[in-house]
């Protein structure tokens, strides 16, 4: 069983920045990506960027060069930096936790962090 508790959303204006961050706990292990996914009212949710225990990332082209994810392993902590902040990021920001044992896949999700852009 994982935790997530994630923290940072808020209001912000166009071209702000905001940095969300996720604290997993419990039963971590020491292999497990992370990641962070976003929904709108009335969308579906979508990746927004993921980070392997090793370090790798993958971005969603909408938000690369604006978004960087990285992680603390020994906080067993993942960040999201984001910066040039858009209306169109306005979004309830969930945490991902992700372990693959063998061929079966554990997922965990945190509870969500709104952001919301607007002037």
């Known amino acids: 069983q994982v935790q997530l508790v994630e923290s940072g959303g808020g209001l912000v204006q166009p071209g702000g920045s905001l940095r969300l961050s996720c604290a997993a706990s419990g039963s971590i292990g020491s292999t497990y990506a992370m990641g962070w996914y976003r929904q709108a009212p009335g969308k579906q949710r979508e990746l927004v960027a993921t980070?392997?225990?090793?370090?790798?990332?993958n971005y969603s082209d909408s938000v690369k060069g604006r978004f960087t994810i990285s992680r603390d392993n020994a906080r067993n902590t993942v960040f999201l930096q984001m910066n040039s902040l858009k209306p169109e990021d306005t979004a309830a920001y969930y945490c991902n936790f992700r372990r693959t044992v063998g061929l079966y896949e554990y997922n965990y999700w945190g509870q969500g962090t709104q952001v919301t852009v607007s002037s």
């Open positions: 980070i392997t225990s090793g370090g790798s990332t």
